[in-house]
């Protein structure tokens, strides 16, 4: 069921009615940003790690973030109760605000949405996602701008030639995928681009993880050390660790979840269930 009530600059009102006018800057010039976190058994996951990032991209694009960290954890714990769902995804977002010339920002429109999600489905997975490699680099990487749009123009081509998702590369140099964090295995490493890219808040719970017999890094790598790897995988607040099965039609490992990838996600589950 989807949520009945989302939250626009502190007011809770029903999605139904819920309006941002034309002249916002997020519609005219895609200007804004956005976090995302889960919510499991009525609890956020990673709440203040997210808070970190969500400020931290408003800083850095110069967007007043309209409410405090207090403020902005009651007015989420209100659109919580309100929507009574206990197992549900929080989106902030803040957009570049009504403008004056369609150039300018103006006063920003920050906008919470919960949506409900299933966990027990996504995160059961024994076969990998197929990626396409693609050559580009995101503006801001290091910002959770709402700037998707070579991933969105994308959609068609990975439909028609049965991609998952894509894989994007700096001139050879791996970085990401647009809504997840990549790693390969490479020997006795695990290994994740380190510059470039968007630090995902569950990427930096997997560095802080042990692996037996592996030791777990921040490496830039490139599209050919791709030939040598035994797993590949993703990281993300909605997948956890999820296995990659083939990279450009090249089949990595026997195409279902290896051992370190599997670990990972293991880990994960039990770090979000002790932080519950």
Same mark, same amino acid.
């Given at each position: 069921?989807?949520?009945? =009530?989302?939250?626009?600059?502190?007011?809770?009102?029903?999605?139904?009615?819920?309006?941002?006018?034309?002249?916002?800057?997020?519609? +005219?010039?895609?200007?804004? %940003?956005?976090?995302?976190?889960?919510?499991?058994?009525?609890?956020?996951?990673?709440?203040?790690? +997210?808070?970190?990032?969500?400020?931290?991209?408003?800083?850095?694009?110069?967007?007043?973030?309209?409410?405090?960290?207090?403020?902005?954890?009651?007015?989420?714990?209100?659109?919580?109760?309100?929507?009574?769902?206990?197992?549900?995804?929080?989106?902030?977002?803040?957009?570049?605000?009504?403008?004056?010339?369609? =150039?300018?920002?103006?006063?920003?429109?920050?906008?919470?949405?919960?949506?409900?999600?299933?966990?027990?489905?996504?995160?059961?997975?024994?076969?990998?996602?197929?990626?396409?490699?693609?050559?580009?680099?995101?503006?801001?990487?290091?910002?959770?701008?709402?700037?998707?749009?070579?991933?969105?123009?994308? +959609?068609?081509?990975?439909?028609?030639?049965?991609?998952?998702?894509?894989?994007?590369?700096?001139?050879?140099? %791996?970085?990401?995928?647009?809504?997840?964090?990549?790693?390969?295995?490479?020997?006795?490493?695990?290994?994740?681009?380190?510059?470039?890219?968007?630090?995902?808040?569950?990427?930096?719970?997997?560095?802080?993880?042990?692996?037996?017999?592996?030791? %777990?890094?921040?490496?830039?790598?490139?599209?050919?050390?791709?030939?040598?790897?035994?797993?590949?995988?993703?990281?993300?607040?909605?997948?956890?660790? =999820?296995?990659?099965?083939?990279?450009?039609?090249?089949?990595?490992?026997?195409?279902?979840?290896?051992?370190?990838?599997?670990?990972?996600?293991?880990?994960?589950?039990?770090?979000?269930?002790?932080?519950?």
């Amino acid at each position: 069921m989807a949520a009945k =009530y989302v939250s626009i600059n502190n007011e809770l009102v029903l999605a139904a009615d819920a309006k941002v006018g034309v002249g916002d800057l997020a519609m +005219h010039r895609g200007y804004g %940003i956005f976090d995302y976190f889960k919510v499991v058994d009525g609890r956020p996951v990673f709440m203040e790690d +997210h808070f970190n990032r969500f400020y931290n991209s408003a800083k850095e694009m110069h967007l007043e973030a309209t409410l405090n960290r207090d403020e902005l954890r009651k007015t989420i714990a209100e659109l919580m109760e309100k929507n009574n769902m206990p197992n549900s995804g929080i989106k902030l977002l803040l957009t570049g605000g009504y403008s004056e010339d369609g =150039y300018k920002m103006g006063k920003p429109n920050l906008i919470i949405l919960q949506y409900p999600l299933s966990f027990k489905e996504g995160n059961q997975v024994e076969t990998g996602l197929k990626l396409a490699t693609v050559n580009h680099q995101r503006q801001l990487p290091s910002i959770k701008t709402i700037d998707y749009l070579m991933a969105v123009r994308l +959609h068609p081509f990975m439909k028609e030639n049965g991609f998952d998702d894509v894989l994007y590369h700096n001139n050879g140099t %791996i970085t990401e995928c647009p809504r997840a964090n990549f790693w390969i295995v490479s020997g006795n490493e695990i290994i994740t681009a380190a510059n470039n890219i968007l630090r995902g808040i569950t990427r930096s719970k997997v560095l802080n993880f042990k692996v037996d017999g592996y030791t %777990i890094l921040e490496r830039d790598f490139t599209l050919n050390d791709l030939a040598n790897v035994q797993e590949a995988f993703i990281t993300s607040t909605t997948q956890y660790a =999820y296995p990659v099965a083939a990279i450009d039609g090249k089949e990595i490992g026997d195409r279902k979840i290896g051992p370190v990838t599997r670990q990972v996600k293991e880990q994960l589950l039990q770090l979000i269930c002790d932080s519950n």
